[in-house]
């Protein structure tokens, strides 16, 4: 009995190790199929969210490279339509005083693109004064390029050196134009509000008028005032638009030519 009782537990030893095997095995297997499916869940919740954060800033820098797109053509349009405003005031100003001045509209263009190749100035802003000092006919055309350069320098100067707008520079063609279109009283009137002509110089510009040499009185007046000027005209780049504005050679930029424009006048 006893030899067939220890046989028995023996028996029944094996039998439990080897259930304890399977059962091991098993939940082995089973760990390994939850672990996969938990992964496999994790990475499509990842992937998910991946997708729509990628899908968001996509979205994003379409729509804010479109509101850049519209302000920039928007900004291009407006300046587009300034310049048309512009070019029509400066043919009628011409068209008005009958050319007296002898500055055609491609002159005054002219000038106003070769100060925008040295100033953050636009040339619409500088033909905007033009239009102001082709008004006082007594400026002619050999004074009107010193007179519109020294408008510039002017209105940078009273703008404390900074780049001045067309208004301003409309307004400073008004002073300027009111000094050269009567010399002697210019010089005078200038004194006032502090540019420094001497008693000597004011003397000049009086026999200079008084002889009908006013052109002379003027050259006078404007020297004095680009040195007193000199050195306030920023050069610096000129920002990109302007760049984009600007003609080498001078006829129409393309702004103009986007507002209906393809030929110069």
Aim: hydrophobic share 40%; aromatic share 4%.
């Amino acid at each position: 009995m006893a030899d067939f009782s220890l046989g028995t537990a023996e028996l029944q030893t094996v039998v439990s190790l080897a259930g304890l095997s399977s059962g091991l095995s098993n939940a082995e297997a089973l760990t390994k199929s939850k672990l996969e499916s938990t992964a496999n869940s994790c990475m499509g919740i990842f992937g998910g969210i991946l997708s729509v954060g990628i899908g968001n800033l996509i979205s994003q820098g379409i729509t804010a490279l479109s509101g850049a797109l519209t302000g920039m053509f928007g900004t291009i349009i407006d300046e587009a339509q300034s310049a048309e405003r512009t070019q029509a005031q400066l043919g009628a100003v011409i068209e008005s005083t009958g050319g007296k001045a002898g500055v055609t509209a491609d002159m005054a263009n002219e000038y106003a693109a070769a100060i925008q190749r040295l100033t953050p100035v636009s040339d619409d802003a500088v033909v905007a004064g033009e239009n102001m000092l082709l008004t006082f006919t007594g400026i002619g055309k050999d004074v009107f390029p010193q007179a519109t350069s020294t408008m510039v320098d002017m209105a940078t100067t009273m703008n404390g050196g900074m780049t001045p707008s067309a208004e301003q520079l409309s307004k400073t063609a008004i002073m300027l134009g009111k000094a050269l279109q009567d010399p002697e009283k210019g010089a005078t009137a200038l004194r006032k509000v502090g540019v420094a002509l001497i008693d000597q110089q004011v003397e000049q510009i009086k026999a200079f008028n008084a002889s009908g040499n006013a052109m002379e009185a003027q050259k006078l007046i404007l020297n004095e005032l680009s040195t007193s000027s000199a050195g306030r005209r920023q050069l610096q780049p000129r920002p990109t638009l302007a760049r984009w504005r600007c003609s080498e050679t001078r006829s129409w930029t393309w702004p103009r030519t986007l507002a209906g424009h393809s030929s110069a006048r």
